[in-house]
Each structure stands twice: as C-alpha cells, then as structure tokens.
C-alpha cells in the first residue's frame, strides 16, 4: 500500500485552481516533484503537510484520510515537514530548537535526548548543537529545518526546496542522507534543481498548472529526453522534453 | 514539559522580565531607603500594589512573545505539529509568567524573611492577597497575549493591548466583571488594617484562573467555538458580585500595652521602640496637673499619640524621618479644639514647650522667635519650668492665650 495516495485532488485560491485532479501515489524511496514555477509544487506539499485542506478529492496519508482531527493528528505525528521559506528563533541553539519540535511532535520523553542527538548528527550539525541559530549560515540553518523534520523519524517526510542555500558538497552530503531516509520511509522532495533528483531520488513526479505531466524512475525521464531540445545535462533534456510535450497536446 | 518551558523562558522574553520585574517591585516594596516591608498585610498589600504597573509591563511583552510565530514565519511550521495549539501557547504564556513571578519572587522573598525576623503582626488572611496577586500576573500574561496573537502587527498588538489595559484600570464606572478584573485600583476602600475576606478573595482567584484560561482559549483552540465553555465559565464568574473583598480586622486593632504604652496589635512589634521614646517623655511630667500619664495609637490631648515608624532592614527607624518625640507630644501642646488663630497665637510658647519637653533645641528650626522664651523658661529651677508647664497645658486647653504666664 503506498504510503501517500490522492484521488482526484483539487485546491485553489480564490477561485484559481492550483491544483486540478490529481492523482498520484509514493511509497517507498525519494521522491522528486519537479515542475516550473506556479506548477503547483509547493501547494501539493502544504496539503500532504495537512497545512491546507482540499477542495474536493481525496487525499491518504499511511492509510489515514486526512478528514478528520483524529486523521490529521495521526498523520502529522508520523510526518516530517520542512516548508520552503523555513522559520526559526534565532535565541535558541540547535539542540533546543530541535528539541522544541520534539516536544511539538510528541517524541516519547524517554527518547527525545537520543533522538534529538541523532537527528543533528544526521545533518551534519554535531559540532554546532549548541550554537544559537542566530550565528549559522543559511546552508545550516536549512539542515536545522531538516533535523526537526526528522527528529520524529517520521515514515513521510516532506522537503521543499530542501537544498536552497547549501554548497555543493553539502549538497553531496544531503543527498546521502536523503538515500538513507528513502530506505525504509516516504521521501518526497520538491526542488528546482534536477541534477538533484536525478542523483538522489528512486522516483521521480512532474507536474504543471496542478496537473501530473509525468512519473516515472529518473531513468526513464532521462531516457525521455530529446537531444535537440535544451539542457546541460540528460535529465535536463528529459524535463524539458516532456514537458513542452505536454504544454503541447493543453 | 519542564525542559521546553525552561527552553522557551531562556530564550524567549521571560529571563528579560525577570531582572525588570524585579527591580521595579523591589523600589516598590522597599522603597530607596530600604524600608521593612511589614506586618504581612502591609507586605502583601504592597506586593498587590506593584501590580499597577507590573501589569501592562507583563501584558506588553506577552503581546510581543505572542506576535513571535507571525515575526519568525514559524505558523505553517507549527501547524504541522502533533501537539495541540493551546499547549504549544500555553507553554508561552507559563514563560511570560514566571519570568515575571521569578522577578516578583525576590523582593518578595527578602521581604518575607524580613517579617519573619522581626515578627510582623500575621492575621488578616494576608495570604489571599498574595495569592491573587500571583493568579493575577498570569491573568495579565494572558490578556497580553490576547492582544498579541489577534493583532497583525507585533506593535499594534502591544500597543493596544498596553492602551487597553489604561483605559479599563482607570475608568470610573465599570461593569462587574472589569470591577473585579482590577480589584486593587480603588485607592479609597484601602483599609489600614484589612482582614481579606475569604468568600470574595476565593471568587477573584476563581475570576482570574477562569478568565486565564479563557483568553487562552481564545488563542490558541479551533475551531473558535470550542472556547464558548472556558468563556462562559468566565462571564458567569464575573457575574457574580464581589462584595467586600475586604474589611477591617478588628483583632490586629486591639491594644498591646506595656508600661503605660499602648500600639495596636499590628504593630505590636514596634511597642519596645514606642516605650523607650514614651517613657523618658512621662516621667519628665509625671504629677504635673493635666500633664499625660500614658501613650496611645490615637491622636488626642490625653495622651501621648504611639505612631506607626518607619524602620529599616534591621529594625530600626530610617533616617530622615521626622524626630518621634515630636511626633508623640504633638497632640498633648498643640490646641486641637481652637481655631486657626488661636494656634497661631500659641506658636512661641507652644514650642517652648515642646522644646522643655523633650529637651530637643533643634525644634527651634521650625519656630525660632521661641529661643528667648525657652532660654528664660530653662533658667527658672525646675519646680517653677513645671508650674509654668502645668499653667500652659491649662490655657491650651482653654484655647486662651493670655493665660501662659509670661517670663520675664
């Protein structure tokens, strides 16, 4: 059963559909959710994140429809979630602030001390758990936002725009940790940086105007691609082939 | 629960209000001269009083503490969250309120220790007095985040809830419920003995914690309806008329005496002072005919007045207050049935007097032209200064000038 499943999904600000029927399922492994700007991306995210409800359609979260309290409780305790534009305290340290989303995220008291040390040595912080958020650079501040994502060890985890600001061999890093969090768990990453999902994710999803355009392995959107189209890279080539196919045939 | 609230008071605005707190109720508790702060009632009153500026003090910085999650950007973030909103701003609101009760906690302790060691008068349920205060600085913390978390702008929302607070704390006529939400501005039912009654000092408690839990309901539950209960609970309890939420307490006016020196039992504490100023004062006019013979709390001619005393850390009386000798014979040489003229007209020799009496020439500063008289009053022997004396008690009394016999 995968671990996230929308029927049909459908979400709009005033009156604009963002979102238009989709239908799309993850299980588990990383996922990539591309698409250009106004696709649609970080909108779908917000829902899965159960920060906006949909219009209509139904949307599952491991196996909880994302109704009722009860659902949405269940779910959120079982997700990790770093939005685009990631907000933080700047008076407290690393290990507090993690801390703090482990208490908001009802980690068991006995395991928060552990769980909080593993998070922020997963993302590289062990040597600045007790710097105050105030003194790190934005590349860090970034894998903060993705320690308290994953301080509940959560089996849907939810990244958007989860590289913005890191260096390349930060980048590097955090792909290695976005390998590891796929093994056993849900891994969804909305991103503008393709070379990304080609290297980190199992699978990848595109989308435009709220619709899906395509999803498939990253292979095969790179096998998608036309070499007469532009792009650096193959997996360039493949989004944009693709993609002006689809804008072709709306 | 403990390490996030510890977290959030470090971090957040709460370890500001502390030393602030702190300071300001410390001046107001002790005052610049380092005032004993008691009998406990006085303490607590004192305690209660602070409140009239601790509390938009506490409702400002909960006002900003609540803006924090629109400043930072975190809502979308939090909202994710599994627990439920009100803990999330409930633990908030704990950090306003205790770095405000911490720094309310120091003078407060200091001053407890103070009365213990010098054996403050301990009656009229003072302790309910303190306690509202406590209940109340949470009230205050809340009603601040009201405003916070309602208002867009972080400074509109301090702003207004700061504006607010003045307009209902100094507003003449008002509804019961706002009567009782700032029970300790009305200046003119302050009693000097009080005795907290406690039927209506259990309905302010019970008046604070409900209307707490009511603004935070406000906050933080969703849908807004749910908080109809807690806000219902809170209106009903506003209802309820307060009545007297003090009175006088009769025991701490009972008379202690010692020697011929009587306080009330407030001040019972201060009575070894009162005997060692009041003793030397009756001896001087023991047998003088209409001359006092004891000293009491109230003021009139009969006796000497026993007053209250301003005393230090250590007991003793500041400095800079008016000399209490003074103070005890006033009501004996001063004419308190005649006019205003006819005091004027005893001026000279109503300090002479004074001057005899206690022996004090430094109260010459206050009616110089009485030297002559005092220096030839002294070189009289003792028998005729207290014939002189007994014959001025007498026109005193009399309100007749022209009876003080003059000294060549």
Redesign the interface.
């Known amino acids: 059963m995968p671990q996230v499943d929308m029927q049909g999904l459908t979400f709009g600000y005033r009156g604009r559909p963002v979102i238009e029927g989709l239908t799309l399922s993850f299980g588990t492994g990383v996922h990539g959710l591309l698409g250009p700007n106004g696709a649609g991306k970080t909108t779908l995210m917000r829902m899965l994140a159960t920060v906006n409800r949909p219009s209509s359609g139904t949307l599952t979260v491991l196996g909880d429809p994302l109704r009722s309290e009860h659902g949405l409780r269940s779910v959120r305790r079982r997700l990790g979630y770093l939005p685009q534009t990631f907000g933080f305290y700047p008076r407290f340290t690393v290990r507090e602030f993690v801390e703090y989303f482990a208490w908001l995220k009802e980690v068991p008291r006995e395991l928060v001390n552990s769980d909080v040390d593993r998070a922020i040595e997963r993302v590289g912080l062990g040597d600045r758990a007790d710097d105050r958020l105030k003194t790190l650079s934005g590349g860090m501040l970034r894998r903060v936002g993705i320690a308290q994502a994953i301080v509940n060890d959560p089996e849907v985890l939810l990244l958007d725009e989860p590289t913005a600001g890191l260096d390349p061999e930060q980048r590097m890093d955090f792909r290695v940790l976005l390998r590891d969090l796929g093994q056993d768990n849900c891994v969804i990453v909305s991103t503008h940086l393709i070379e990304d999902v080609a290297a980190a994710c199992t699978a990848v999803t595109l989308i435009d105007r709220g619709r899906r355009v395509f999803q498939g392995t990253p292979d095969q959107l790179i096998a998608a691609g036309d070499t007469d189209v532009g792009g650096d890279t193959p997996v360039e080539r493949g989004y944009t082939t693709v993609l002006r196919a689809y804008r072709a045939t709306t | 629960?403990i390490?996030?609230l510890w977290?959030?008071y470090r971090?957040?605005a709460g370890i500001v209000l502390t030393p602030v707190v702190a300071v300001l109720s410390w001046a107001a508790l002790f005052r610049t001269r380092m005032e004993w702060p008691g009998p406990w009632t006085t303490l607590a009153e004192r305690v209660h009083g602070t409140l009239f500026f601790l509390a938009p003090l506490v409702v400002a910085v909960a006002a900003w503490q609540a803006s924090?999650?629109r400043r930072?950007?975190?809502?979308?973030?939090?909202?994710?969250?599994?627990?439920v909103p009100w803990r999330?701003l409930g633990l908030t609101w704990a950090s306003i309120t205790l770095g405000a009760t911490a720094g309310l906690l120091v003078p407060l302790v200091v001053g407890g220790v103070l009365v213990v060691w010098h054996g403050g008068y301990g009656g009229g349920n003072w302790w309910w007095s303190l306690l509202n205060s406590l209940l109340a600085i949470g009230f205050f913390a809340a009603f601040g985040m009201a405003f916070g978390a309602a208002v867009p702008s972080p400074l509109l929302g301090v702003t207004a809830g700061v504006t607010v607070y003045f307009l209902v704390a100094t507003a003449e006529t008002l509804v019961v419920g706002f009567a009782t939400l700032f029970p300790f501005l009305p200046a003119d039912v302050m009693l000097q003995f009080p005795e907290f009654r406690a039927g209506p000092q259990a309905l302010l408690a019970t008046w604070f914690v409900s209307a707490t839990v009511a603004l935070l309901a406000l906050v933080s539950v969703r849908p807004k309806r749910r908080a109809a209960v807690p806000v219902g609970v809170a209106a009903v309890v506003a209802a309820i008329p307060l009545g007297d939420f003090e009175v006088i307490d009769e025991r701490a006016d009972d008379l202690v005496c010692q020697d011929r020196v009587c306080t009330v039992r407030a001040h019972a504490h201060l009575l070894d002072k009162a005997v060692a100023e009041a003793k030397p004062l009756l001896d001087k006019v023991s047998g003088i005919p209409g001359a006092p013979t004891s000293a009491m709390p109230d003021y009139a001619w009969q006796h000497l007045r026993v007053y209250d005393m301003v005393l230090d850390w250590y007991g003793e009386r500041v400095r800079g207050e008016y000399p209490y000798h003074r103070l005890m014979v006033d009501s004996v040489v001063s004419g308190l049935e005649c006019d205003g003229d006819v005091q004027r007209e005893f001026g000279v020799p109503r300090m002479a007097a004074v001057v005899w009496w206690t022996g004090d020439r430094a109260a010459l500063d206050e009616e110089p032209r009485a030297a002559g008289l005092v220096d030839r009053l002294l070189r009289l022997d003792v028998a005729a200064q207290r014939e002189w004396f007994a014959r001025y008690l007498s026109a005193i009394r009399r309100c007749d000038r022209s009876a003080v016999p003059e000294i060549p």
């Open positions: 629960m390490r996030p977290t959030e971090r957040g924090r999650e930072r950007g975190t809502r979308e973030l939090l909202g994710t969250t599994t627990r999330r």
